[in-house]
């Protein structure tokens, strides 16, 4: 039973467009958000996160987008580089208790950035 | 200066076979933690230790035994490896068990069993 659902395996944008990225959730009750990003034969390595009593925050070129109602976050890359080529999770600490320790991850999302 | 590192990056062995990976963290961090990447690329909790306690043991089968001498270190070790146990399994760390934390990942053991 998935709680954190990352739909879309993949991802192709344009070097220089927005890339967006989405991530639906099951439980009204989880209320912290981070997206991590990973490249092949390395580990994830945090990038962004979000708590819910925020509906967007902004790092650089990379924003989180929080929608409650919708149980829905989206990661907006602007304007995608190259190196932004990677997949990117979608992870949340437990709804119930539990923090770190416990996080869910998504399936992941494979971002191919073109030149 | 690596903050979390594990060896092997590789290990390819033969079922029935007993092996070790290591993690050691360089970040100060309270809690340890190993993850498992199957071939459907969930990457699902096994273990987390909080000051060499062990606070988290998501049902793994007790072939998987991790064992923390201290704080910076959490090692893995797996008696009578099965072919389904081939799969990236990734050592991570975090300050604490809080929920707005991150955490902070090895880059990743790929164990194939054959």
């Known amino acids: 039973d998935q709680q954190v659902k990352q739909n879309s395996p993949s991802l192709s944008v344009q070097e220089g467009r927005i890339s967006i990225l989405n991530c639906d959730y099951t439980?009204?009750?989880?209320?912290?958000f981070l997206w991590y990003k990973k490249y092949p034969a390395e580990g994830p390595t945090f990038l962004i996160s979000i708590s819910s009593i925020k509906d967007k925050n902004e790092d650089g070129r990379f924003t989180v987008f929080l929608n409650k109602s919708a149980k829905h976050l989206s990661l907006h890359i602007v304007p995608s580089q190259p190196g932004d080529s990677a997949v990117y999770f979608c992870a949340a600490p437990p709804p119930t208790q539990g923090g770190s320790e416990k996080l869910v991850f998504g399936k992941g999302t494979k971002l191919t950035v073109n030149p | 200066d690596t903050a979390v590192s594990q060896t092997p990056k590789y290990l390819v062995t033969q079922m029935g076979n007993d092996k070790s990976i290591k993690c050691e963290q360089n970040?100060?961090?309270?809690?340890m933690y190993w993850y498992k990447q199957d071939s459907k690329k969930f990457l699902k909790i096994m273990f987390s230790?909080?000051?060499?306690?062990?606070?988290i043991n998501e049902t793994v089968p007790n072939r998987f035994s991790p064992k923390s001498p201290d704080k910076a270190h959490l090692n893995l070790h797996i008696n009578s490896l099965e072919l389904g146990d081939s799969a990236v399994y990734f050592c991570?760390?975090?300050?604490?068990?809080?929920?707005?934390?991150?955490?902070?990942f090895g880059q990743g053991t790929r164990l194939t069993v054959v």
């Open positions: 970040l100060g961090h309270d809690t």
């Open positions: 991570a760390s975090s300050p604490h068990t809080g929920r707005y934390t991150e955490a902070f």
């Open positions: 230790y909080n000051n060499k306690e062990l606070i």
């Open positions: 439980n009204s009750m989880f209320d912290y």
